[in-house]
């Protein structure tokens, strides 16, 4: 009878001690992904910068303007709290547009693209850009420990019976993976 007692409370406190990883897991990934989004949001402090310099080249301001338009507009649907990869994908896409644009604008222009402005406009944007990519990396990560918490045994138990929790999707930049001509057997 004691016996069997002790082996209850053992599996109860296993059972407890599982669900509770699952859910520091879930939290975990939630968190990296508010970083990838207050990373992104951050992008949107350089853009009206970005704007006023090239309001001088008419040539290039109305597809300039449009495209930090639309990126700005992607930039505010992202929510903290709803886990959204092609949100994120939509986003990096308009992005790279917007400051390839602006990159390419800054070397066609040498008036523009040597004032300290734009060289310290340019540096800004590849440290947001990089902070994004971390914390991208950090995002993936936390999604594939959860993902492996809910799927191996005896998580996957548990969270079967009581935390039902759901996969959680990678975020995959588009045209980078499909670009590759070596496809993993997994």
Do not use: C
Not at 13 to 29: E, K
Not at 71 to 93: G, H, P, Y
Not at 130 to 137: C, D, K, L, P, S
Request: net charge negative; glycine share 2%; hydrophobic share 40%.
């Amino acid at each position: 009878m004691l016996t069997s007692l002790i082996i209850a409370v053992v599996i109860i406190i296993g059972i407890i001690i599982i669900y509770n990883q699952i859910v520091g897991n879930l939290n975990r990934a939630k968190r990296a992904w508010s970083d990838v989004i207050t990373y992104e949001k951050l992008k949107q402090d350089v853009i009206p910068q970005l704007t006023e310099l090239t309001n001088n080249f008419t040539e290039f301001e109305s597809d300039f303007i449009h495209k930090v338009t639309a990126l700005r507009e992607s930039i505010s649907v992202l929510d903290k709290d709803e886990i959204d990869v092609k949100a994120l994908a939509n986003v990096e896409t308009k992005s790279n547009a917007v400051f390839s644009a602006f990159r390419a604008t800054a070397e066609n222009y040498p008036e523009l693209g040597s004032t300290k402005i734009v060289q310290e406009l340019m540096d800004e944007i590849s440290d947001k850009n990089e902070n994004v990519a971390a914390a991208i990396t950090i995002y993936n990560r936390s999604v594939e420990h959860f993902n492996n918490s809910i799927e191996m045994v005896p998580y996957n138990v548990v969270n079967s019976l009581f935390t039902k929790k759901e996969k959680l999707d990678n975020f995959h930049q588009s045209g980078t993976v499909e670009s590759y001509d070596y496809k993993p057997n997994f």
